[in-house]
């Protein structure tokens, strides 16, 4: 696939959200942040498909911060926010402290050659996040097969905890945590959830909503 195809996919309107004006994306970037630093507070960090660079600004990571982004209008803004890009997981190897995928895993087509870079590219003790993922194992989506956050259009890999965690380990990784991060989301609405649920239940339509297990944050180490 090339890159003038992924660029027409993810155009400059797909990131119309993603500029530090969503106030609970920005809450969510805080309880991300904090989950990261229980495992590394600080280090040299890649952000894969690092959109506009407002996670790692937001949240703001104390060491040098790379960043791989397709779009090019974000890239842009993403090194007014500090993030390098002469660094990734391809160029570098027992580079990196950290490496993230927050809700990108499952928009790349080769998501295994990915991983096993990622892999690579970490040093000794460094972890690979894995932040705001779609999990199939949830009881939503073995409902419904489908998710809030899904898309068929921008979507390869569907993880699940299970199949994730299985290729982490066969790509030499060792699970240090997994979460379901839905009590403390500030997208949960508890009984508009349960409410739409049941509807998910007796309803031939998918009704979008956050549910407990739906989202998953996974941290490995090498």
Not at 72 to 95: H, V
Not at 125 to 140: E, H, M, Q, R, V
Not at 143 to 172: E, M, R
């Amino acid at each position: 696939m090339t890159n003038s195809f992924k660029e027409n996919i993810y155009s400059d309107d797909y990131f119309i959200d993603r500029h530090f004006n969503d106030k609970k994306r920005l809450k969510q970037f805080t309880l991300d942040g904090n989950f990261l630093r229980n495992y590394k507070e600080s280090g040299v960090i890649c952000d894969v498909g690092c959109s506009t660079g407002e996670f790692l600004k937001s949240i703001a990571w104390n060491g040098d911060i790379y960043g791989m982004e397709i779009n090019l209008n974000a890239r842009k803004e993403a090194e007014l926010n500090g993030i390098g890009f002469d660094k990734n997981i391809f160029t570098e190897k027992n580079f990196f402290d950290v490496v993230v995928f927050r809700g990108t895993i499952q928009h790349v087509e080769d998501p295994f050659r990915m991983i096993m870079a990622a892999y690579s590219s970490l040093k000794d003790g460094g972890i690979i996040a894995f932040i705001a993922t779609p999990n199939t194992d949830s009881i939503l989506y073995r409902l419904k097969l489908d998710l809030p956050f899904l898309d068929s259009s921008l979507n390869y890999y569907l993880p699940g905890v299970k199949n994730l965690s299985n290729i982490l380990k066969n790509c030499g990784f060792q699970i240090l945590a997994i979460e379901k991060p839905y009590w403390k989301t500030p997208y949960r609405k508890f009984y508009r959830d349960i409410f739409l649920f049941i509807c998910n239940i007796f309803s031939a339509k998918f009704y979008k909503h956050p549910f407990w297990g739906s989202s998953i944050s996974l941290v490995a180490r090498k």
